[in-house]
T-cell receptor, first 112, second 113 residues
Framework: NAGVTQTPKFQVLKTGQSMTLQCAQD?????MYWYRQDPGMGLRLIYY???????DKGEVPNGYNVSRLNKREFSLRLESAAPSQTSVYFC???????????FGPGTRLTVL | GENVEQHPSTLSVQEGDSAVIKCTYS??????FPWYKQELGKGPQLIID?????GEKKDQRIAVTLNKTAKHFSLHITETQPEDSAVYFC????????????FGKGTHLIIQP
């Protein structure tokens, strides 16, 4: 099992460009999450999907949209990237909402 | 929302010594208390967790203790080894992290040879 995979690993954007970060899990988990990690800030929840077909805002949702494409895949979209969105983005999944979260390797995004 | 504080931010110990990292939280409804380890360039990985009906849990060299009254829990690592060098995060939550976890800002643990 690959666990949680994320693409791309690295990305550089110009201000105003759009892009989608992809996440997939092969553990048949019901819940999926997107976090961002900034230096000295820990990880902050952007959006989560408790189950297929549902999505909810987390602590820092502004400037992002998500899609739970199917049970395996959960994508994060930046419609108009801003320098403040420069960060490392992590996707995570858990079997149920109450269970342990497993993290992917991250996407390092730089917005110029 | 949950306010999480983690101390210290950096901890340097001699190989073989013990390390203790403390996490305080504000939400008395929190009932799930995990610790994550993050190595350079990787995602966080769960190393140990505890639920509110248990005061202590141990797994080989690592242990977590919980004081719900005082709203803090701690990570204990004994007989530290070079591979323990990493950033450690606490992430208390409700319902087992149902709506995501609230992460502390991390503790950089350095093991000196």
């Amino acid at each position: 099992n690959a666990g949680v995979t994320q693409t791309p690993k690295f990305q550089v954007l110009k201000t105003g460009q759009s892009m989608t970060l992809q996440c997939a899990q092969d553990m048949n988990h019901n819940s999926m999450y997107w976090y961002r990690q900034d230096p000295g800030m820990g990880l902050r929840l952007i959006y989560y999907s408790a189950s297929e077909g549902t999505t909810d805002k987390g602590e820092v949702p502004n400037g992002y949209n998500v899609s739970r494409l199917n049970k395996r895949e959960f994508s994060l979209r930046l419609e108009s990237a801003a320098p403040s969105q420069t960060s490392v983005y992590f996707c995570a999944s858990s079997e149920y909402r109450e269970d342990t979260q497993y993290f992917g390797p991250g996407t390092r995004l730089t917005v110029l | 929302g949950e306010n999480v504080e983690q101390h210290p931010s950096t901890l340097s110990v001699q190989e073989g010594d013990s390390a203790v990292i403390k996490c305080t939280y504000s939400d008395s409804a929190s009932n799930y208390f995990p610790w994550y380890k993050q190595e350079l360039g990787k995602g966080p990985q769960l190393i140990i967790d505890i639920r509110s009906n248990v005061g202590e849990k141990k797994d080989q060299r690592i242990a977590v203790t919980l004081n719900k009254t005082a709203k803090h829990f701690s990570l204990h690592i004994t007989e530290t080894q070079p591979e323990d060098s990493a950033v450690y995060f606490c992430a208390p939550g409700k319902g087992g992290g149902a709506d995501g976890l609230t992460f502390g800002k991390g503790t950089h643990l350095i093991i000196q040879p």
